[in-house]
């Protein structure tokens, strides 16, 4: 064979190959497009079961969750505040994301734990009659800073406040019980 036939076949097969790539490719963008993301079937699933979809003004980030979750506090006929409970597959699991009606503010926090700020002197073992009387969990402590966080009671949207509320009467052992609240870049 000579070198311009071995040119010329050594052509038409990088042509041919570049050809069926080309076409690979393709039917993979189309098989992707086709595809619907469950994520956002999931809550279109939700928004039509009646969860209300996310308002515009979130961080980008929130929009990524699955909402698992929705309603008014402190209830339908009286609401004070929307909330939405997510479920995202990375960073944090569960946020819950709420929009005060009166003034539209948003605040995001961790959706299954609080965090309880002990009183001087007092140990986080010393929490364990009132976990184990709530039937809480001590998900994780940290002495130095004296911080102790706490699964919550349930996992229905008013979980965060109704655990708060359920610690109080132990109030002496801390010096506040607060959402785990989460901030995200460029947001106040």
Same mark, same amino acid.
């Given at each position: 064979? %000579?070198?311009?036939?071995?040119?010329?076949?050594?052509?038409?097969?990088?042509?041919?190959?570049?050809?069926? #790539?080309?076409?690979?490719?393709?039917?993979?963008?189309?098989?992707?497009?086709?595809?619907?993301?469950?994520?956002?079937?999931?809550?279109?699933? /939700? !928004?039509?079961?009646?969860?209300?979809?996310?308002?515009?003004?979130?961080?980008?980030?929130? &929009?990524?969750?699955?909402?698992?979750?929705?309603?008014?506090?402190?209830?339908?006929?009286?609401?004070? +505040?929307? *909330?939405?409970?997510?479920?995202?597959?990375? @960073? &944090?699991? &569960?946020?819950?994301? *709420?929009?005060?009606?009166?003034?539209?503010?948003?605040?995001? /926090?961790?959706?299954? +734990?609080? @965090?309880? &700020?002990?009183?001087?002197? #007092?140990? !986080? $073992?010393?929490? %364990?009659?009132?976990?184990? %009387?709530?039937?809480?969990?001590?998900?994780?402590?940290?002495?130095?800073?004296?911080?102790? *966080?706490?699964?919550?009671?349930? $996992?229905?949207?008013?979980?965060?406040?109704?655990?708060?509320?359920?610690?109080?009467?132990?109030?002496? /052992?801390? #010096?506040?019980? %607060?959402?785990?609240?989460?901030?995200?870049?460029?947001?106040?």
């Amino acid at each position: 064979m %000579k070198t311009s036939d071995r040119i010329i076949v050594y052509g038409v097969g990088f042509f041919i190959g570049m050809l069926i #790539v080309s076409m690979l490719l393709a039917r993979r963008s189309q098989k992707e497009e086709a595809t619907v993301d469950p994520w956002v079937a999931h809550n279109a699933e /939700m !928004v039509a079961a009646g969860a209300e979809p996310l308002p515009s003004g979130m961080p980008a980030a929130i &929009y990524q969750g699955q909402i698992i979750d929705f309603g008014y506090l402190p209830n339908m006929e009286q609401p004070e +505040q929307r *909330v939405w409970l997510l479920n995202f597959e990375e @960073s &944090y699991p &569960y946020v819950r994301a *709420v929009e005060s009606l009166d003034s539209g503010e948003f605040s995001f /926090m961790a959706a299954d +734990q609080i @965090s309880i &700020y002990l009183a001087e002197g #007092v140990d !986080v $073992t010393e929490l %364990k009659p009132m976990l184990d %009387k709530l039937g809480l969990r001590l998900r994780m402590f940290n002495r130095k800073e004296s911080i102790a *966080v706490v699964g919550v009671l349930n $996992t229905q949207i008013d979980a965060v406040p109704a655990t708060i509320a359920a610690v109080q009467p132990w109030s002496d /052992m801390f #010096v506040a019980a %607060k959402a785990d609240d989460l901030h995200f870049k460029g947001t106040p």
